[in-house]
């Protein structure tokens, strides 16, 4: 993966990333070792070849620790791990979601609590545990992912555009919250970034055209595409940006 800019900060930085060994997980994993930081990550699937890449690649090797996010109890257990392997966690990166899509009159209880459980909840007390230390330490950055979903009033997945309205509004009281106590805590919106799932998926030809045809830059967005923007969020080159949504997404949303 090109790396585009360097952020002398964040060499060395302990970094947590939920979801980090497939599909966005994995560039991100891969943007924060290029600029030298130690990167722990969770997912339920076996990483080890991803881990083989990236120290081949690069010389390091992040931290993988097989987690089920939605298990609350394991994904602490996950964080204080990391924590001792690389030191206090001093960014997190909530990325791990599921988009499934289920119709609203044919979703019951059960595909409502596991949706949230993975889009919502886990994000909460990821956040709930990395500011444990980051409140000792005076300092943090939290990079919550969201998604324009929501925002362009998409149908057939209402937990999923749901739980990034949640998201984005959690992640604005925890900016509100703990600012004065050095904390930062940003959303970041991508588009629609064709991973190799979403490509599976949700890739019929006339979908991909027409959402192409909304977006004023009229390329696909890919992985990489999505890095650059966290990056920027977890340095000091942001220092005085919280409670904010950034939105990545070629061009598709207005927010201003």
């Not at 990550?41 to 070849?49: L, N, T």
């Not at 588009?191 to 830059?217: F, N, S, Y």
């Not at 696909?220 to 999505?226: A, F, K, M, N, T």
């Not at 650059?228 to 340095?235: C, I, K, N, Q, V």
Request: proline share 2%; aromatic share 8%; charged share 20%.
């Amino acid at each position: 993966m090109e790396k585009t800019a360097t952020y002398h900060d964040l060499e060395g930085q302990s970094v947590f990333i939920t979801g980090g060994g497939s599909g966005i997980g994995a560039a991100l994993t891969e943007g924060f070792v290029q600029q030298g930081a130690k990167v722990a990550f969770v997912q339920r699937s076996d990483a080890s070849a991803f881990c083989d890449r990236i120290e081949q690649t690069y010389g390091v090797r992040p931290l993988f620790i097989k987690c089920d996010i939605t298990n609350v109890t394991a994904l602490k257990a996950a964080m204080a791990q990391a924590a001792d392997a690389h030191g206090r966690i001093e960014c997190l990166v909530n990325n791990a979601a599921n988009d499934d899509r289920r119709d609203m009159m044919d979703t019951d209880e059960a595909f409502f609590d596991q949706m949230i459980d993975i889009n919502l909840k886990a994000y909460f007390f990821a956040c709930q545990a990395a500011l444990e230390g980051m409140l000792e330490a005076g300092q943090g950055t939290i990079v919550n992912f969201s998604s324009i979903s929501y925002m362009m009033g998409n149908g057939k997945y209402p937990i999923y555009t749901g739980s990034n309205a949640a998201i984005n509004a959690m992640t604005r009281s925890i900016a509100r919250d703990y600012g004065a106590r050095g904390i930062r805590a940003n959303a970041l919106m991508p588009g629609w970034v064709l991973t190799d799932k979403q490509v599976r998926e949700h890739g019929k030809p006339e979908d991909l055209a027409g959402h192409l045809a909304r977006q004023c830059i009229p390329e696909h967005l890919v992985e990489s595409d999505i890095v650059g923007g966290t990056l920027f969020l977890a340095s000091k080159a942001s220092r005085m940006m919280t409670g904010q949504a950034l939105v990545i997404d070629g061009g598709v949303v207005v927010t201003g």
